[in-house]
């Protein structure tokens, strides 16, 4: 078995939001994705799918997107993203279907790994982090607690971590996520939300503090799932 991740697939099957217009490498995405998907991963291989999955606004109108997922190869863990408006109840979500868990406040094993997480958010020090963001943060922190703390009790001995949000600045500076993926021994946590060269070029990817981090946008992979353990 291999665990792959990657994140902001962004899939509008019935919604008119065509990702041609953010530039030429979104042109065919889904199929690309598709085909790159079916090349790689085997039935038996996990895939983590850490936010932006689809631009419907409500369930219904990401349904399409959710089949069109599920009948890729391989078991799927999904994380919210901030534009998965869509998304409502977590056990709602986890009663769709077998092929998919929707990932929130526990934990996911595949084989000897725990796979954690929580959409995450923009963390202090970011120049736009305003009072309002500092609830989310605190939030979305608690989450990656509850996430990481129900692997710890089942006697998980090895950690994967998916966040929405980047954890970490392009120059390593430390925030509430890397402090928790640092105490309970995450091996890798692997993140998306960040578009376009500037920003790929600028994100953390590498090793902080005993942590791996990887950038796994969907844009930045060039649509191909990253093998990660």
Not at 10 to 24: A, Q, V, W, Y
Request: hydrophobic fraction near 40%.
């Amino acid at each position: 078995m291999s665990i792959y991740a990657i994140g902001d697939i962004h899939l509008s099957l019935t919604t008119d939001k065509p990702m041609e217009i953010f530039g030429g490498q979104w042109i065919n995405h889904t199929n690309r994705i598709r085909e790159k998907w079916e090349r790689i991963v085997k039935e038996t291989d996990t895939v983590i799918i850490p936010g932006d999955i689809s631009w419907g606004l409500r369930r219904q109108e990401a349904d399409e997107d959710l089949a069109w997922i599920s009948r890729l190869p391989g078991q799927k863990v999904l994380i919210r993203g901030n534009h998965d408006l869509w998304w409502t109840s977590v056990t709602k979500l986890n009663q769709l279907d077998s092929r998919m868990y929707f990932l929130q406040n526990t934990h996911y094993m595949a084989e000897d790994y725990a796979i954690c997480g929580s959409r995450g958010w923009i963390c202090p020090g970011d120049p736009d982090f305003t009072a309002h963001d500092e609830k989310i943060y605190l939030r979305e922190l608690q989450r990656f607690r509850f996430s990481l703390e129900s692997a710890a009790k089942a006697g998980a001995k090895k950690l994967i971590a998916a966040l929405h949000y980047p954890p970490v600045r392009a120059g390593g500076e430390s925030s509430g996520f890397t402090e928790l993926a640092e105490e309970f021994g995450v091996e890798i946590l692997v993140y998306g939300h960040l578009h376009g060269a500037d920003a790929h070029t600028k994100a953390f990817k590498g090793i902080h503090r005993g942590v791996e981090y990887a950038l796994v946008s969907g844009d930045f992979l060039t649509f191909c799932p990253k093998l990660i353990r």
